[in-house]
């Protein structure tokens, strides 16, 4: 199984490849305002995982061309918190992108896309302020591991 992440800056996305990791997946996880990726080295896995909160530049290329077992997550929160976090990163001078998407417009428009490529079943849209694991775990087609908790890291 591959996932991919695909939920704009300061959703969550960080959170989102811990708590795969904790699942046993693997994988890289990268971030376009601190500029930075982590990767797990992987050659072959059965459970992978690429958590990009860039990807809103081309999550639909992701779609087209991955194999119909492979799942997508899409991090989201509200409009007003996201924008909030946003400006504070924009304080500590760092980068954001000139092209980055108005959050509710984004979640909008990858919902409507992946409906009309008949694949909504393939997507799990999360919200950073309400979470469910169950819902994860049974995305996932997992047991249920509820010895692990999502984690939440330093939300603003």
Known sequence: MHIIGIGLP???????AKFLRNLGFLGENYCVIHENKINDSIKILK?????????YRNYKHKLIYS????????TTRDK?????????MKTKKLNIPKDLPEISLYHKEVIEFFKTKKSINRLLVIDLYNISQQ???????IENQL??????????
């Open 10 to 16: 300061r959703t969550g996305t960080t959170s989102l």
């Open 47 to 55: 459970k992978s995982f690429l958590i990009d909160n860039s990807a």
């Open 135 to 141: 819902e994860i775990f049974s995305f996932l087609e």
């Open 67 to 74: 194999k119909p077992e492979t799942k997508f997550i899409l």
């Open 80 to 88: 007003k918190s996201w924008k909030k976090s946003i400006n504070s």
């Open 147 to 156: 010895k692990i908790e999502y984690p939440k890291e330093l939300i603003k």
